[in-house]
């Protein structure tokens, strides 16, 4: 115990240094770049992101300034596989709006605009930028679901296969049965609909453009499509070897199971956030291992709640104390993996208070805490009166099981940095575009009076000073309140590559402050922050 828990620790000190992590892809510059105005049309659109991307169902549409699509191009890789191309046909003089779409690392699609002009006298479109911006398509929250579904069933069908094998000379209940070999039709029906439903949830389509088999197909050609693949046939493996439980104990059973359940396992981890994070192969193995030691745990207790009867009724004292002392190795390998995965998504402990991603992270951690409080009673219980004691605690365990796998599902959905709450203090940010790095404090960021400064630092430390420096301030809307469309913030130089503003805020809730860079006429820069302003 001692030893694996040396090891477990020296792995999470290994990974907790904070890191370039970023869960979903973000556009990093662009030609044309936000708010550029062209002397000549441009030729395509070249948008360069901080991770590579997927073009499969990218797509990059240009409106008119009426809001008309005027054209509907299906991009490629440009030079890497972070930038992607969509070449134009001849636009004319005006203002145009380009809104574009990917999909992530991890399968997630990813949206945003931006306007230029062709020509100095045409007017801007700012506001009609934030419905392509913040827009969520619908099928969101139906992979939400699927993942739910996914995640239960494999946790029950592994952890529960596990419990049973502890003693293969009983017969396995038939509530314990059912639950194991319905864990696995459960995940692998997820897994099937998961693949079919891709296509047009990365496409912004709805959900009845699932019956174009085309969009299948292209599915199967992305990563997400081939580990759903490889998730899919061990999960039937698994089913085929789950109606025949009653050869659990022979060496070949075992060793099949294992194999598809590792399968299955690495299939989530290899589908999901760990592959955005760097280096991708460690992140990947350190959260199978997570989702392997929580399934081991959670879906015995699961079994051990649901069919009280069968293993805490007498005669498997043997197996419920050999799952305990598995829990005692699960439990530490799991806060382990955990925080050393939160540190590496997160990159700073405020992320917690801050952002949706943490807040929803800390209820999960919160709800762990009581569960593994609740284990140790249970352990306690069965050392001392055996395992006919520990019915209340495990129905009670098996509850609060559940919510987690509900809160992990909805968590693999989100972006850290999403959603960030409002503040009652200071707010400051940064952002980098084409190697500049723009730092904006907002002081006391709290409705009324505040002060702004804006300070722009390249690599190296030293640059000319920019052609010009714009901000501009708008709501989105929300909280009962009305949207309200961008007004300039009046900037005043204090020094090189230094502005302030004196600017009085309203309302609180969570503003959009956008800081336009002109390092030179012919280049420009949009930082883009959310800032959230207390009462």
Known sequence: MRRLLLAVAALAAALAVPGGASAHAVLVTSEPAPFAVLDAPPSEVVL??????GTVFASVRVLAADGTEVASIRPSHGASRSTVVAPLATLEVGTWVVVWRVTSADGHPVQGSFTFRIGADQPDLVP?????????????SLFNVIRGAVLAGLVVAVGGAWLLGRDPSSRAGARSTMLV???TVVAAVATLQALVAFGPHASGLRIYAARDVGLLADTLTTAFGRWHVVRLVALVAMAWLAWRLERRGERWW???????????VVSVSASGHPVTQSPAALSVAVDAVHLSAVSLWLGGLVLLGADRRAWLGGGRDAAVAS?????????????????????VILGSP???????????????????AVLVALGGVSRALLRRSGARSLSSSVASEMVLAAVVVALTAILTGIAPGDGRAASNGDFAAQQVRAEVLASVTLSPARTGDNELHVVLVPPGGALDEPESIAARLSFPGGGGRPALPPSPVPLERVGPNHVTAR????????WVLEVVVRPEASRSLLYRFEVPVGG
């Open 503 to 510: 600017l009085a805020v309203p309302f609180a809730g969570t």
């Open 350 to 368: 405020s992320e917690l208070v801050d952002t949706r991603y943490g807040r929803l992270l800390a209820v999960k951690v919160a709800v762990a």
């Open 323 to 343: 799952f305990s002392r598995m829990a005692g190795f699960a439990v530490p390998a799991i806060v382990a993996t955990g925080t050393a995965q939160s540190a």
């Open 48 to 53: 360069r992101f901080n991770e590579p991307v």
């Open 128 to 140: 009609e930028l934030s419905a392509y911006d913040s827009a969520e398509h619908g099928l969101s």
């Open 254 to 264: 075992r060793g099949a199971w294992s194999v598809a359940a590792v399968a299955a």
């Open 181 to 183: 070999r319905g864990g």
